[in-house]
């Protein structure tokens, strides 16, 4: 039963993200059509799935080549920053268990948003006796670090293209125009929430001496014991190095693949800022690795600074799937396979 709700769960996720990318795919499509009109391109050979084919062969290889350097480099940054926070809790862990463990986690995020994250925390509390609590409280903690960094990406973002991002959250603020979410919904919500609290704050006795309970307290105990272990940082300065290297490689990897395709070679750093920021917010979006979200921020962005819907798509799909199938899954599958074969004891 646990296996068939985990199946509904990547279908119903996985059925976001495909739905997305078929909605901006039928966009792009029309806009090919009108395209094929003005320039007198026969309706047989206006077709854009072929056109997205030809793009990736186009793609000069060198620079998706980089691209996907720099984002295994960014793993195994990620490897060596957590060594930092699961050391002060006294554990000495293996470069490789957690390298591998964090393409592992990625590879599950394709199945089920965020599930990479508890994989990841089983994985190196499997091979290294580490506390699952204390293991996912430090993963937590880089997720804080992670969301701080992003905030200082936008405040850059802000201060170099301000106006640009002004300007599209002026022409794009439709959610507040049609008043989508509506006041009902919202007096509903804070209702339930306080009557839920209010329900706990008043059964609090009964319910701490229960197992269930006392089972989430003994789980909320590791998460703090490993969400603070950041105070007990030996070189804290190394630490926010690494963090804020990590997102300025995630940067360079956009910017990189802008030369890998003809129609995005000619734009800025700073447009390349502004597409890293809208494809980062993309991924936050609750769909296998920000399929379909990931795309359409990246292909607004794009659009900004005047790159035809029809190309826009294109880059979008071969970032998006260079990194994926060539960073996430290849590296995720051979970590999956080289873990117990490192570990054979343990497995």
């Not at 769960?9 to 792009?28: D, E, P, T």
């Not at 094929?36 to 050979?45: A, D, F, M, P, Q």
Request: overall charge positive; aromatic content about 16%.
């Amino acid at each position: 039963m646990k296996k068939f709700a985990q199946g509904i769960k990547v279908v119903i996720f996985l059925s976001i993200g495909v739905g997305i990318l078929y909605w901006m795919y039928l966009n792009s499509a029309a806009s090919y059509v009108e395209y094929c009109k003005s320039e007198g391109i026969s309706e047989e050979n206006c077709n854009l799935l072929t056109k997205l084919k030809q793009d990736f062969l186009d793609t000069d290889k060198t620079y998706v080549f980089i691209s996907i350097l720099l984002f295994i480099l960014t793993n195994i940054i990620r490897a060596n920053r957590w060594n930092q926070l699961l050391t002060p809790l006294g554990y000495q862990t293996s470069f490789l268990n957690r390298f591998a463990s964090i393409n592992v986690g990625y590879l599950l995020n394709l199945t089920i948003p965020r599930s990479g994250e508890f994989v990841r925390a089983g994985i190196i509390s499997k091979y290294e006796n580490v506390k699952f609590e204390e293991g996912f409280g430090t993963i937590v903690t880089e997720r804080v670090v992670d969301f701080v960094c992003l905030l200082i990406a936008l405040l850059l973002g802000i201060a170099f293209q301000g106006q640009v991002i002004l300007d599209y959250i002026a022409t794009n603020s439709f959610l507040a125009r049609e008043n989508v979410i509506s006041s009902t919904a919202i007096y509903l919500f804070t209702g339930f929430v306080l009557i839920t609290l209010g329900f706990l704050i008043y059964f609090r006795k009964q319910l701490i001496k229960t197992a269930f309970f006392q089972k989430i307290l003994q789980f909320l105990k590791g998460l703090w014991a490993g969400f603070i272990s950041i105070r007990n940082l030996k070189n804290p300065i190394w630490f926010i190095i690494q963090s804020l290297a990590i997102w300025v490689l995630y940067y360079l990897m956009t910017y990189v693949m802008f030369f890998a395709f003809e129609a995005t070679s000619h734009l800025s750093a700073e447009s390349a800022l502004t597409t890293f920021l809208f494809g980062s917010l993309g991924m936050v979006f609750p769909s296998p690795g920000g399929m379909g979200s990931y795309h359409f921020l990246i292909q607004e962005a794009l659009l900004i600074y005047g790159v035809p819907l029809t190309e826009t798509f294109s880059f979008a799909n071969i970032i998006f799937f260079t990194i994926q199938i060539f960073g996430i899954i290849l590296l995720g599958l051979v970590s999956l396979i080289y873990l117990p074969m490192r570990n054979p004891k343990k497995s």
